[in-house]
């Protein structure tokens, strides 16, 4: 992260520019489950909080809510490659965590270091109050299997983490050591939110939510699934209102869910039981809807995919606007559905908290992305003079008048009310006591309107959103691509990257001995005519597939651009092409894997070693046809040992930064 700063100015290819600093004079904190949070955005459990530096750039992004992606106790899952589908809405066919749950204990405690760290440096430049952050823990997805050894172990440390925090310390490099004993809080979780998604019994929902708070004294949100609109209501929707005639909704989906009479009932236990507990209890809207898998992209043999995005929004908000009207305003909700720059206001305005979001981040721009989020929402809070979060739930809509006039306040606290509304004044110095009924009156009244107004504008219609990312009809080769860079940001891990190797030219030849003499075979040269190439750290890449939807170009930037491996051991255990760079004072090791050829490359000082299947020669790094020396049972390509090279010098580049010369960087 520092060194990137210094070079780039970027930390993990989020521009500095894009970084969520400060809300300037305005105040958007929000109690979430009585602690406070210094904006109500973050990213959803998914593939923007499995990894560190996922969940670093989600707060470098603005997020200070970060739900975490969901363990549950099949912690070895085969996930289907690929996976994430955003060619028009947003599809997917992963499931929960794809480490183990140890794993996924590590990087929460990283990332929860690496943020103290950022904080605590000021690189990032954060102003103090919008500084901190919490995580929600998500678990799934049935009794038995939150009750296992496994996930128990993995709440229990996520309520006292200092063990693993403890460890991460004394890895903190050397030229960072001063950082060794930031503060972080040894309780990760701040809540649970409880995934209900894939076959969780609706009987066993309430027993689940009752252990987390009885066994770990943890607040509960429980996420609920569209379906609870109804089978009726929800294809009325999805088919007549929005267009997605093409979508179909298994009756399965509606059959195995928990039904409306239930839900409400539950949701009144459980608020009565967390209140007498003292902790917080709500519900967040919602899952992904369950669909048949017909997408192309995806594996034939997957039966059900998952939709997410611009049609989930509408989905999501009725359900809201139903719930409020069944239980009152005092159920917190968060929201998670279709959030983008243009709604992620009337989100807030609708006090949902927190408002969290993945399909949109998945998008050209990625994290950077939510820096319009920003913009949109302080263009409207000052349009209305509304500094804080509050007082723009009251003026959003327009509803501050009515939602002054339900409260039945004494007539100068509400004729006070109104001026300071009118003149745009501090709505909680005016009204007091009775603020937060105004909020609550007022967040009613706009999710009522919001909600009936929802499909006036037409912007969630399928037409709106069935144009796919434009493709050129060209492919994608190991060097050179239109470098347009947009599989960088696409990435939620940031696995791809650039390369610092351009403007190239890499001799095509072929080498054999005849007798005594070594003859070459020249047939031209490979050029690299782009400004840099495109990399990916495998490490990092779980082949979701994302990057191939935006890639201009055919093929994927991810399987055919140049994979990087961090260690042998994870070079060994794949059996695709790639290539493992190390360095250390001695010498620099390449280990490369090309349509099922293997190479070793060894440089020291200048002398290469280069052997692969029937050869092994050496040669000066700067004449290699005029100093070969070795043995070749037949042709020696050193096409190959030219392309390793390259790779071996621009990844480990002194005037770059990437995740392969960070490895390094220490040895060098």
């Known amino acids: 992260m520092f060194r990137e700063m210094d070079t780039r100015q970027s930390i993990f290819d989020l521009p500095s520019r894009k970084f969520f600093v400060s809300t300037g004079h305005r105040n958007l904190e929000a109690i979430i489950h009585g602690q406070r949070a210094p904006v109500p955005l973050g990213p959803a459990a998914g593939p923007h909080t499995q990894l560190a530096p996922n969940i670093v750039l989600s707060y470098l992004a603005g997020g200070r809510v970060i739900e975490l992606k969901t363990v549950q106790v099949k912690d070895d899952l085969d996930i289907p490659r690929p996976c994430i589908d955003m060619t028009t809405v947003g599809y997917n066919v992963e499931w929960s965590q794809e480490l183990r749950i140890a794993e996924s204990l590590e990087e929460y405690a990283k990332a929860a270091l690496a943020i103290a760290i950022l904080a605590e440096s000021g690189i990032a430049k954060i102003a103090q109050p919008v500084r901190g952050v919490l995580f929600e823990a998500s678990i799934g997805y049935d009794l038995a299997g939150i009750e296992s050894e496994k996930v128990d172990g993995f709440l229990r440390r996520m309520c006292d983490a200092s063990p693993v925090i403890d460890k991460l310390r004394h890895e903190i490099p050397r030229e960072l050591q001063r950082y060794r004993d930031v503060d972080v809080p040894s309780r990760l979780a701040a809540g649970i939110t409880l995934s209900t998604f894939h076959g969780c019994p609706p009987g066993q929902i309430e027993r689940i939510a009752q252990l987390i708070m009885s066994e770990y004294g943890l ?46 009932s539950m949701i009144g236990r459980l608020s009565n039981e967390a209140a007498a507990r003292g902790l917080g209890f709500g519900i967040k809207l919602t899952n992904t809807l ?25 989905l999501a908000v009725r359900l809201s606007a139903r719930i409020r009207e069944a239980v009152g305003m005092n159920l917190p909700i968060s929201f998670s559905a279709g959030i983008d ?25 990625g994290y950077g992305r939510a820096h319009r989020y920003f913009e949109e ?67 009613r009244r706009n999710t009522q309107s919001y909600a009936e107004g929802i499909l006036a504008s037409g912007r969630y219609h399928r037409n709106h959103h069935d144009k796919p990312p434009k493709k050129l009809g060209t492919k994608l080769h190991l ?66 597939g ?42 620099d090791l390449v280990l490369g894997r090309f349509d099922d050829a293997a190479f070793r490359l060894e440089a020291r000082h ?23 020396e070795g043995i070749a049972a037949g042709e020696v390509d050193l096409t190959w040992y030219g392309i390793l090279n390259l790779l071996r010098n621009a990844v480990l580049s002194q005037n770059d930064v990437n995740w392969v010369s960070c490895l390094w960087e220490k040895d060098a």
């Open 219 to 264: 607040a509960v949100t429980i996420k609920l699934n569209p379906t609870l609109l109804g089978k009726n209501e929800l294809l009325r929707l999805l088919h007549g209102e929005l267009g997605y005639h093409d979508v179909e909704v298994p009756d399965a989906a509606f059959d195995s869910d928990a039904k409306w009479d239930d839900v409400v």
């Open 606 to 628: 200048g002398k290469i070693l280069f052997e692969g299947n029937g050869f092994r020669v050496t040669f000066s790094e700067h004449d290699p046809e005029g100093t070969i």
């Open 290 to 314: 369950v669909v048949k898998n017909t997408r192309a992209f995806f594996p034939k043999d997957i039966p059900e995919a998952y939709l997410s995005g611009p049609p989930l929004h509408v």
């Open 341 to 365: 720059w243009s709604n992620f206001a009337d989100a807030v305005a609708l006090d949902f908290a927190p408002v969290t979001v993945c399909t949109d981040w998945l998008k050209p721009g």
């Open 479 to 544: 060097f050179d691509c239109i470098t347009c860079d947009k599989c960088i940001p696409v990435c939620p891990n940031d696995a791809n990257f650039t390369l610092a190797a351009g403007h190239t030219e890499l001799p095509i030849v072929k080498a054999h001995r005849e007798g005594t003499a070594w003859v070459f075979r020249r047939s031209g040269l490979l050029r690299l005519d782009e400004k840099h190439q495109i990399g990916c750290f495998a490490d990092h890449c779980n082949e979701c």
């Open 377 to 443: 929402l302080f263009r409207r809070m000052d349009a209305v003079g509304a500094a804080t979060r509050g007082d723009w739930i009251i003026r959003a809509h327009g509803h501050g008048r009515a939602a002054l006039a339900a409260l039945a306040l004494d007539a100068d606290t509400e004729a006070r009310c109104a001026r300071a509304l009118d003149e745009k004044r501090d709505l909680l110095a005016a009204s007091g006591d009775a603020y937060d009924r105004w909020v609550r009156e007022a967040a």
């Open 546 to 587: 994302n990057c191939d939807i935006f890639c201009p170009e055919d093929g994927g930037p991810y399987r055919m651009k140049p994979r990087f491996y961090g260690s042998i051991a994870s070079f060994s255990a794949s059996t695709g092409d790639g290539v493992y760079v190390e360095r250390s004072a001695e010498r």
